[in-house]
């Protein structure tokens, strides 16, 4: 599958506990982008990363969340002591190292957290 | 700062009914637009998109014209169909700026038989 790969599709976590979601870009992107949907709500972007750069977070919530995308590995979501406002669907998407602001986004189908 | 509004759903339509769903933007430069589409379960699917003033996108049998004057991109199909049923997102993004795509709410639409 060439496509955005998104791991795990469904994570459950007790209040208090952390979550990683992970995403592979597709293969030749170099860009990666996360996006969260609040139940009833769009998609709301939370930061724009290239490899081993973040180049906007004004999207992320200034406490518990942070992303990494390493020079080799997928990007990384982590979200510190999780409480029950974050339960969403967590999109990864990317786009070709060279774009040239098509605004086309190859989204994955999603990393969806339900905190109990 | 760059804003995309649609009309709020859900819209139930009938097998083979004409489907128009609003979509303005407000922008500080000149954006181009898109419409994304987000099947049950699945990540988002770019629908068509548009690049210019009065430039027409279309795609398996919905279209979209850009008006500037009005600032608005409104989707449209003539017959919709049951596997039409999805959630419509509208979205731009701006011209010169990296992918920083900004999204509508998201308009769910019903189709029944």
């Known amino acids: 599958n060439a496509g955005v790969m998104q791991n795990p599709r469904h994570l459950v976590r007790r209040r208090g506990q952390e979550a990683r979601l992970r995403c592979s870009p597709m293969?030749?992107?170099?860009?990666v982008y996360w996006y969260r949907q609040l139940p009833e709500e769009g998609l709301k972007f939370m930061v724009y990363?290239?490899?081993?750069?973040?180049?906007?977070e004004s999207g992320m919530p200034k406490e518990r969340f942070s992303a990494e995308f390493p020079k080799e590995g997928p990007s990384i979501l982590r979200i510190q002591q999780v409480v029950r406002g974050d339960s969403a669907a967590y999109f990864c998407?990317?786009?070709?190292?060279?774009?040239?602001?098509?605004?086309?986004?190859?989204f994955g189908e999603g990393s969806r957290l339900t905190v109990l | 700062g760059d804003s995309v509004t649609q009309m709020e759903g859900p819209v139930t339509l009938s097998e083979e009914a004409f489907l128009t769903i609003n979509c303005t933007y407000t922008?500080?430069?000149?954006?181009?637009l898109f419409w994304y589409v987000q099947y049950p379960g699945e990540g988002l699917q770019l629908l068509l998109k548009?690049?210019?003033?009065?430039d027409k996108g279309s795609n398996k049998g919905f279209e979209a014209t850009y008006r500037k004057e009005t600032t608005s991109f409104h989707l449209e199909k003539g017959s919709v169909q049951v596997s039409d049923s999805a959630v419509y997102f509208c979205?731009?993004?701006?011209?010169?700026?990296?992918?920083?795509?900004?999204f509508g709410t998201g308009t769910k639409l019903q189709v029944i038989p």
């Open positions: 998407a990317s786009s070709p190292t060279f774009a040239k602001n098509t605004g086309e986004l190859f």
């Open positions: 293969k030749g992107h170099s860009h």
């Open positions: 990363l290239q490899k081993e750069n973040i180049i906007d």
């Open positions: 922008a500080t430069g000149y954006p181009s």
């Open positions: 548009a690049t210019k003033a009065d």
């Open positions: 979205a731009l993004i701006l011209t010169g700026g990296y992918q920083k795509v900004t």
